[in-house]
């Protein structure tokens, strides 16, 4: 299953007035082994979609359908953020764009328990990233909404295709896109050194493995000016 679907689940399971012990008890799992599934640090089997599906009363199809939309979502996110934090020459290097990202969705949780996109953060070299992110800058380049500079000599550079129809923004509230625009002021004219130790210096970084899914939940014990 697409691992952009945990945020989708936990709003369902409100919805339905569900508490995550009786959600555990019907899929069979403990209550901790659910929570991993929320908390987007435990992948979600087939099976379990399966079950999640008829529980919510909804076919399987649609169960997915509600996940990509938090895929679609966070593709907008990239598009908001190439309008919103890109140089003045409309690029932005592809690792600055992941972390202002990633810091969109922490920030997001710090303010509302629950991500603006719903995408699982890995912990890698470079800072925390979704696997989703490297797949969705290669849609959209095939589909032409963002073109893609891989100068052999520099960083990766990714700039709005502003010869395409305006972008749909239906995923993203006013809310959220007022918090990526107060991200995209702060870090604008930053360098993406700069970025990158801000966020290996945050406490979700810190503390976790190479190659683990970073919980959402260790951001809220963060200093307050230490979130993005």
């Known amino acids: 299953m697409a691992n952009a679907y945990f ?7 409100i919805a339905r007035d569900i508490s995550q012990a009786e959600m555990a008890q019907k899929l069979g799992i403990s209550r901790a082994t659910y929570i991993a599934i929320e908390q987007g640090e435990r992948d979600l089997s087939l099976e379990e979609a399966q079950k999640l ?37 409309g690029q932005i290097t592809k690792t600055k764009l992941a972390k202002l990202l990633y810091l969109a969705d922490f920030g997001w949780f710090y303010k509302k328990l629950q991500s603006m996109s719903g995408m699982q953060y890995r912990k890698i070299q470079y800072g925390p990233v979704p696997d989703m992110y490297f797949r969705a800058l290669d849609e959209m380049e095939d ?9 052999a000599d520099g960083p990766i550079l990714i700039s709005k295709n502003e010869g395409r129809s305006p972008d749909k923004n239906d995923q993203i509230s006013e809310a959220e ?4 625009k107060k991200i995209s002021d702060k870090w604008k ?40």
Do not use: W
């Not at 589909?143 to 100068?151: E, K, P, V």
């Not at 896109?177 to 990526?180: N, T, V």
């Open 189 to 228: 004219d930053k360098k993406t050194n700069e970025i990158v130790a801000f966020t290996h210096n945050q406490l979700p970084y810190k503390i976790c493995e190479e190659n683990e899914i970073i919980p959402y939940g260790l951001i809220t014990q963060e200093d307050p000016d230490f979130v993005f």
């Open 177 to 180: 896109l007022s918090l990526i």
């Open 7 to 13: 945020d989708f689940i936990k709003q369902s399971r």
């Open 53 to 89: 599906a008829d529980i919510f009363g909804i076919p399987l199809d649609n169960l997915k359908q509600g996940m990509a939309q938090n895929y679609e979502k966070y593709k907008q996110m990239i598009l908001a953020y190439l309008r919103h934090a890109a140089n003045s020459d």
């Open 143 to 151: 589909n032409g909404q963002i073109a893609i500079d891989r100068t």
